[in-house]
């Protein structure tokens, strides 16, 4: 059974930091690019950090560069989202997301609140 189910979020004021985590089974983690998506409340999904299956290259949405690490452990299947320097805008439903070719699994999301 394909599960990703991730972990990590919480309240935190703004200027704190977070390490989300999202742990993988049931299927080939480690040929799967990774990604992180978020949605705040009220708005669309959106694309927030990637990595590739090696681990050896990662991008980030413009919103969240300089303040945001996407890493992996393919022994440990494990994705982590380090995000620092938080800002009230970046409250949302974050969501772990693994992709190859044609086949894709989404997780359930874990919400992180940025407020004082």
């Known amino acids: 059974q394909v599960q990703l189910v991730e972990s990590g979020g919480g309240s935190v004021q703004p200027g704190g930091s977070l390490r989300l985590s999202c742990a993988a089974s049931?299927?080939?983690?480690?040929?799967?690019?990774i990604s992180w998506f978020r949605q705040p409340p009220g708005k669309e999904r959106e694309w927030v950090a990637g990595i590739t299956s090696d681990g050896g290259r990662t991008n980030y949405a413009d919103s969240v560069k300089g303040r945001a690490t996407i890493s992996r452990d393919n022994v440990k299947n494990m994705v982590y989202l380090q995000m620092n320097s938080l800002k009230p805008e970046d409250t949302a439903v974050y969501y772990c997301h693994a992709a190859r070719r044609n086949d894709w699994y989404w997780g359930q999301g874990t919400q992180v609140t940025v407020s004082s």
């Open positions: 049931g299927f080939a983690f480690s040929s799967y690019i």
